[in-house]
């Protein structure tokens, strides 16, 4: 799966900056819709200092941060994070980095326990490109894009900024227009920001900004600062995505176009490696159509949702049934 990665074009030369805008332009519909999110546990949060409270109060903080990035939730997140007695049990790594910071990695599997007791939400790592188009004026100003990359970091949603366009062009058209352009940038959902007035003077980090996401149909508008902007987002897309770990269902899966043992190996690993599945089962190989029965979290709609983001398994004919007998798949490399 590609990944993106962003690049500062403030910071380069004029000659470098057009030669790259015109190639991203040829380029972005390849980009794929989906990125896996790696660091979903471990958090880097800032410690006053090197003594054992500190250090205990940032463990915490990191904790919420992961839980956050997890269920998509953070109200929640940080309600249950400061709930537990003992984080040290959780925790399976911890080091001090340079600007005054703690980075605490946690055991995946003691942290997918403590979701499922909790009730929370689950949100996989497989997760849909946000499109971010800022107005023209707030383009120039790298506060606004910092506070948005950081917020967007700690709720584990990938990003990737319009190039040419800004949301003063786009706020008045309508969904179709707006979900052509994140197509283009190989995104599904788009965030347009927006400002109140005219004069970018008291932008930065803590301005007030108008915030519109349009995603599946339909869209959203509310105001806040630009964490609030990506927090709002985060908490939309997970209500469509996350699963309930409490709720476990399972479902026979029909995978064709299974032509090598090579990709029997990437589709059964692909399976396997969806935080939301907890067992594949392989039931028999028929030509080149691979027959699985699948214990996931959540529900048939979810687990579609689900593998409909990054498209390596795309749904034959899908219903809008909700209780399909077996889920039919093609397998796309």
Same mark, same amino acid.
């Given at each position: 799966?590609? &990944?993106?990665?962003?690049?500062?074009?403030?910071?380069?030369?004029? #000659?470098?900056? +057009?030669? %790259?805008? /015109?190639?991203? =332009?040829?380029?972005? @519909?390849?980009?794929?819709?989906?990125?896996?999110?790696?660091?979903?546990?471990?958090?880097?949060?800032?410690?006053?200092?090197?003594?054992?409270?500190?250090?205990?109060?940032?463990?915490?903080? /990191?904790?919420?941060?992961? =839980?956050? $990035? !997890?269920?998509?939730? $953070?109200?929640?997140?940080?309600?249950?994070?400061?709930?537990?007695?003992?984080? /040290?049990?959780?925790?399976?790594?911890?080091?001090?980095?340079?600007?005054?910071?703690?980075?605490?990695? #946690?055991?995946?599997?003691?942290?997918?326990?403590? %979701?499922?007791?909790?009730?929370?939400?689950?949100?996989?790592?497989?997760?849909?490109?946000? %499109?971010?188009?800022?107005?023209?004026?707030?383009?120039?100003?790298?506060?606004?894009?910092?506070? +948005?990359? +950081?917020?967007?970091?700690?709720?584990? %949603?990938?990003?990737?900024?319009?190039?040419?366009?800004?949301?003063?062009?786009?706020?008045?058209?309508?969904? &179709?227009?707006?979900?052509? !352009?994140?197509?283009?940038?190989?995104?599904?959902?788009?965030?347009?920001?927006?400002?109140?007035?005219?004069?970018?003077?008291?932008?930065?980090?803590?301005?007030?900004?108008?915030?519109?996401?349009?995603?599946?149909?339909?869209?959203?508008?509310?105001?806040?600062? @630009?964490?609030?902007?990506?927090?709002?987002?985060?908490?939309?897309? &997970?209500?469509?995505?996350?699963?309930?770990?409490?709720?476990?269902?399972?479902?026979?899966?029909?995978?064709?176009?299974?032509? &090598?043992?090579?990709?029997?190996?990437?589709?059964?690993?692909?399976?396997?490696?969806?935080?939301?599945?907890?067992?594949?089962?392989?039931?028999? !190989?028929?030509?080149?159509?691979?027959?699985?029965?699948?214990?996931?979290?959540?529900?048939?709609?979810?687990?579609?949702? !689900?593998?409909?983001?990054?498209?390596?398994?795309?749904?034959?004919?899908?219903?809008?049934?909700?209780?399909?007998?077996? +889920?039919?798949?093609?397998?796309?490399?």
């Amino acid at each position: 799966m590609r &990944s993106i990665r962003q690049i500062r074009l403030d910071a380069l030369p004029k #000659f470098w900056v +057009l030669a %790259l805008t /015109a190639l991203a =332009l040829v380029c972005v @519909p390849l980009l794929t819709m989906a990125v896996t999110v790696n660091d979903l546990y471990s958090a880097t949060v800032r410690v006053a200092d090197r003594s054992v409270s500190a250090r205990d109060q940032a463990v915490g903080e /990191a904790l919420a941060v992961v =839980l956050t $990035k !997890l269920s998509g939730q $953070k109200a929640l997140a940080v309600r249950v994070a400061s709930a537990q007695t003992d984080t /040290a049990r959780l925790v399976q790594r911890v080091g001090y980095v340079s600007g005054g910071q703690l980075e605490v990695g #946690f055991d995946s599997e003691r942290i997918n326990s403590l %979701l499922d007791q909790s009730g929370m939400p689950f949100w996989d790592r497989i997760r849909p490109v946000l %499109l971010i188009v800022l107005p023209g004026a707030l383009q120039g100003l790298p506060e606004v894009r910092a506070a +948005l990359e +950081l917020a967007a970091r700690d709720r584990g %949603l990938p990003i990737v900024w319009a190039i040419t366009e800004n949301s003063d062009v786009f706020a008045s058209k309508g969904f &179709s227009q707006i979900q052509a !352009l994140g197509a283009q940038y190989g995104a599904q959902p788009v965030l347009l920001a927006g400002m109140f007035g005219d004069t970018p003077s008291s932008v930065g980090a803590s301005a007030n900004l108008r915030w519109q996401l349009v995603f599946d149909g339909g869209s959203q508008e509310w105001s806040g600062i @630009p964490e609030e902007g990506v927090g709002f987002t985060a908490e939309q897309l &997970s209500r469509y995505y996350a699963v309930s770990g409490k709720q476990v269902s399972q479902h026979l899966l029909e995978v064709s176009g299974v032509g &090598s043992v090579q990709s029997y190996g990437q589709i059964t690993n692909y399976l396997s490696s969806l935080l939301t599945v907890r067992r594949v089962s392989v039931q028999a !190989l028929k030509g080149d159509v691979l027959h699985l029965q699948l214990e996931v979290r959540g529900t048939q709609t979810t687990l579609r949702r !689900l593998l409909a983001v990054d498209k390596q398994l795309i749904e034959h004919e899908p219903s809008t049934a909700e209780a399909a007998d077996v +889920l039919r798949y093609r397998y796309n490399p």
